[in-house]
């Protein structure tokens, strides 16, 4: 069966510290992978989309980038945090083709 | 771009009742979603509906495309269905990359 796991689930960074979070699913090959953001009581936006290795396309200018160095990972990064980067990041996959999403846990990142 | 609208926004049931979730969509889709998040975030896949009618337990869902409408038909509300409900749209075309509704808040107490 597939599993997606991210990490780290909680994370509290000083403001212009760099972010690193990971997503990595397993049990399958060549997903679609996305990640989206959700604000505090709020709905979801998405951020980053990818249908393959090194292929990312952004939704919303901002001060994240995402990459996809291998088939099943999936990496959300920034060089300098904002503290409106604070949120929910979810990560998701769906078989390439496929129109069911199935989302991991999330990250939790509080900017200070 | 697609809107997508969910009513109502708060829900508050007592143990036992039923509801009923609305989503109005403002264009066509081939993909159609819904979700429940838990207190913990977590996202739980319930239905992928973008048309017809599927149940699963107390939970059904019915998507009217040409209408541009979804309904989630909840019975005898449990407290574990407390948390938020999505819907998600994805439009013809693209790389199923859904849009999510601002979601309808459920609290059911027993």
């Known amino acids: 069966s597939q599993t997606i796991h991210q990490w780290p689930a909680t994370l509290v960074q000083p403001v212009g510290s760099p972010l690193s979070l990971e997503c990595t699913v397993e049990g399958t090959s060549n997903p679609n992978l996305y990640w989206y953001r959700q604000a505090a009581g709020r709905g979801l936006q998405l951020l980053f989309y990818?249908?393959?290795?090194?292929?990312i396309s952004s939704e919303v200018p901002q001060n994240l980038s995402a990459s996809r160095p291998q088939d099943r990972q999936f990496i959300l990064s920034s060089k300098k945090l904002l503290l409106s980067d604070s949120g929910f990041y979810l990560c998701?996959?769906?078989?390439?083709?496929?129109?069911?999403?199935?989302f991991g846990a999330g990250s939790r990142l509080t900017v200070l | 771009g697609i809107q997508v609208e969910q009513s109502p926004p708060d829900l508050i049931l007592q143990e036992g009742a039923n509801s009923t979730l609305r989503c109005n969509f403002s264009?066509?889709?081939?993909?159609l979603q819904w979700f429940h998040q838990n207190p913990w975030g977590q996202l739980i896949n319930l239905f992928y509906?973008?048309?017809g009618t599927k149940q699963n337990g107390r939970l059904s869902a019915t998507t009217v495309a040409t209408e541009r409408y979804s309904l989630l038909y909840i019975s005898s509300s449990q407290t574990t269905d407390s948390g938020v409900y999505f819907c998600?749209?994805?439009?013809?075309?693209?790389?199923?990359?859904?849009?999510f509704g601002a979601g309808t808040r459920l609290a059911v107490h027993p």
């Open positions: 990818s249908v393959g290795i090194g292929q």
């Open positions: 509906i973008p048309s």
């Open positions: 264009d066509s889709v081939n993909n």
């Open positions: 998701a996959w769906a078989y390439s083709g496929a129109n069911v999403l199935t």
């Open positions: 998600a749209v994805a439009p013809t075309g693209g790389y199923n990359k859904l849009i």
